[in-house]
């Protein structure tokens, strides 16, 4: 019942989205300097009006992200600030969001504790993480522990829209109505502190169905440049906006254009926040899975916390990697994580076929051919009773891909039960909503043996009671890493794996 | 008498185009099948506000550009106007204010007169005016006749004011203040029908001098990307914005950017209004030049009479061309007109150096180290009495540069007297601003050759009775060209020149 309770208290994504896209249109992100007295600076912006929220944190010098109340107080604040005075530099002059809080003469009184407390905008290196798990007394701590230090924070995911904002603005100088979201790890519920920041534009409302054509007679028609192809018209954006961005953007740096892949897109840093930026262009199937993975993060608690550990375990042991290559990504490890979460009788998540059964009307959605229709209301999902541990999950999680049967098998959460590959591929996980497709089609032989050979390794060394009891339980002096600790040092897997042959 | 009054009647540039420029803002252009129904036209479009103005052209179909009275109609109408349905196409959403008139049902009754009248927006072609000149009676007659052909109409002027708005309303998207101006021909009084529309882009207003910096305390500053230079800005800004115009701006075609020129610009064709564009970027010494011969050209009507005969005249014998190369430039004859004019006695109009002499404080400007500072105030000027006619001041011209010392002296309106040349150039015209720089130094010596060697010839032709005197005035036949008629034939020349040798 608590868990019903939960989640019919959930909000939906969209819900969550337009709620944090609002405040970010009424936020502003101000560089200064470390030393800023925190009341002073308090005093100087209120005069603008109510401030809402605000916070302090570090990414090449001190910034502050501020929440004002109601735009007026933005549009005042925006419209006292200054121009730099540059006499040996030249600037662009492009006007944001993006200022620097300027201090005049030393009047100005550092702060006591010589300045302010900084929110964490990345997490804490993979061996201090041992360390802390090492501390923890349970698997089940631990592995809660992983997600409490990994997963976004609520300041962390405010500047994220934020950056989402200041990006539509310089999208919107020519497309009025459009719209910047991001999706991904983002805002699935899976995102780790630190991951990069996936962004789509929508210009859908404009360019599509059009209510106000008249039945006869005359009328009136804008006259728009025509392009071979939706493909077309969406580089065509992304490259204008990609050099606008390059060329204007203040903080952005390291504008790549990547115009000609499958998804179009165009990737830069954001220095101010520190993200890594992926923009691409109506790109709403990837809005719909995006959904799809929050919803199944919300139904069940331990659907995020197996997906944090086992996305963790898989980077420490460079199964996954920042730069594209052969190897496993991601989301494909985070849909094998609920396929296996589908698997377990009874099923801790249902099926994606189940949920599209319980959607209302208006939740059809069909975009470009694919039926990416699911039910929207929470509360309509009826979940088993399934009281396995998070121990017991990790444990079988390895088993079960220590044995799944690659070599003749598809991975379908549409399903919820694996099927006859279609095609040749060492790993094949079918495309949630463009089901033709095989979502880990980059993943090479070798790559999918080195996943199953530390599956089969982390599965062998959670049965060992050396392994799998707390030692050294002493706080005050360094603990030896055990249990998920154990599985996190590579050094550790591998020495298993030496020991074993 | 009346020429001073005349010239006190005179709005100063600056009146002019901030008069166009607001009508700019309150026009739209729209395409429209020929056929369309004038009355029924103009009855669909009141319906949202008054119409100041409106006309018809040509170009590569039908045109009408439409003033409101005000500013909110045109808000209202565009808010009306669809998005196009495109089955089979797709297109870039960009609204603008080039819209295009459907007509659903074949219900409206095309005109009577079967179509609009419509408005010229170019010449007619040599040969015509060849011929209609040859029909004037007196030499005179036929100046102010080819000038009133080829002068730029109300209408014209207007198109081009509605270009640089539209274009505006691309560059305002990232800089709201910036303000695009036409410059050169198509506002210096010297704009043949057809030329091309050279703009410039001024964002000044904000990335200058900054009134709001406080003298202590905290204040704001926009972070704005930094650039190498001025000129690394402007590359900057004109690079972006021929990006939106090519993939965004509907009925630009031919995007081209010439970052690299001394005066970096982007050149495209504006369909619609058939106008070959070059935007120029904070080029405000150019938008000086075109102040002075607009002050020039309404001193005394002669000189624009005279520039226009000279222009014409040397088009036509190839002396200018419209692309460029070694030969002289419509700009560098236009100086050697108003030189050769200083040079007349009494003066018919005054030196440069005189008109900074006559300036107001207020009309001080120094750009980039350079004195541009002259009057504005017309009414100061004084002009001595000279009453040579225009037949005269034309045979003169020809003389006067069939025998100036070209080899040794410099042209210099700043002083209104041959300067000696500073430099080895076959031409030498001093920059009127930029005293220090060469206005020809593309001319090579077979292109001064070939001029000089015109002018001899027509200032010959023009002495003798059988071209100065008017032949076979019958209005029914074809006339034999005669007077200036003549030296605007090429084979009529060419032919002289073989005769003499
Ligand atoms: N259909 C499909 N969608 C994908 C694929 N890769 C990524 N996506 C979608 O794009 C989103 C962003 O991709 P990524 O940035 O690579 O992955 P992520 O989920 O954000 O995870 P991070 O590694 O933390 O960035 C994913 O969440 C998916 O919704 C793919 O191969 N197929
Ligand atoms: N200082 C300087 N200004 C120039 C030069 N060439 C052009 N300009 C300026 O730029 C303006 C536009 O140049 P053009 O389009 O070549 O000439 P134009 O006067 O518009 O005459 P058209 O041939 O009818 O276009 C001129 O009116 C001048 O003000 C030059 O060589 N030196
Ligand atoms: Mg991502
Ligand atoms: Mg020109």
Known sequence: ??????????????????????????????????????KNFLKYLSRHGDINKYFFY???????????ANRESLASLLEEAAIPSTSHESMVPFKSRLLT??????????????GQQCQPQTTIPINELIQRLAREETIEQQITSLTDVYQLTEENSRLR?????????????????CTINPFGSSVNGFGKLGCDLDMFLDVDDISGRN????KSGLW??????????????TQS????????????????????KILNARCPLVRFAHQPSGFQCDLTANNRVAMKSTELLYLYGELDPRVRHLVFTVRCWARAHGITSSIPGAWITNFSLTV????????????????????RDLADPRDKSVIEGNDCTFVSDFSKIQLLSNTETLEKLLCEFFEFYSTFAFNRMSISIRKGKEQNKPEVAPLHIQNPFETSLNVSKNVNATQLDRFVALCQESSWLLQQSDTNTPRGGNAEKATTPWGLATLLMPSQVAGIKGRKK
Chains 1, 2 share one sequence.
């Open 1 to 38: 019942v608590a868990v019903k309770e939960e989640r019919e208290g959930c909000k939906s994504l969209y819900g969550v989205q337009a709620e944090r896209q609002e405040q970010a249109e009424r936020s502003v992100l101000i560089s200064c300097h470390s030393r800023t007295n925190e």
């Open 58 to 68: 570090e990414s090449y010098g001190m910034y502050a992200v501020v929440e004002f």
């Open 101 to 114: 809080l300027r201090n005049l003469g030393s009047a100005d009184v550092p702060n006591q504790q010589s």
């Open 161 to 177: 829209f934020l950056v989402c904002s200041l990006l539509k603005d310089i999208a919107a100088a020519y497309f009025p109505e």
């Open 211 to 214: 209510a106000k054509m008249p």
């Open 220 to 233: 009136l028609e804008y006259q728009m440049k025509r392009a071979s192809s939706e493909r077309a018209v």
């Open 237 to 256: 954006l992304l490259s204008v906006i990609g050099d606008c961005v390059d060329q204007f953007g203040p903080g952005c740096v390291g504008v790549q």
């Open 336 to 355: 094998m994580v609920l396929f296996f979460l589908q698997r377990r009788s009874p099923p801790i998540i249902p099926t994606l076929d189940h949920l």
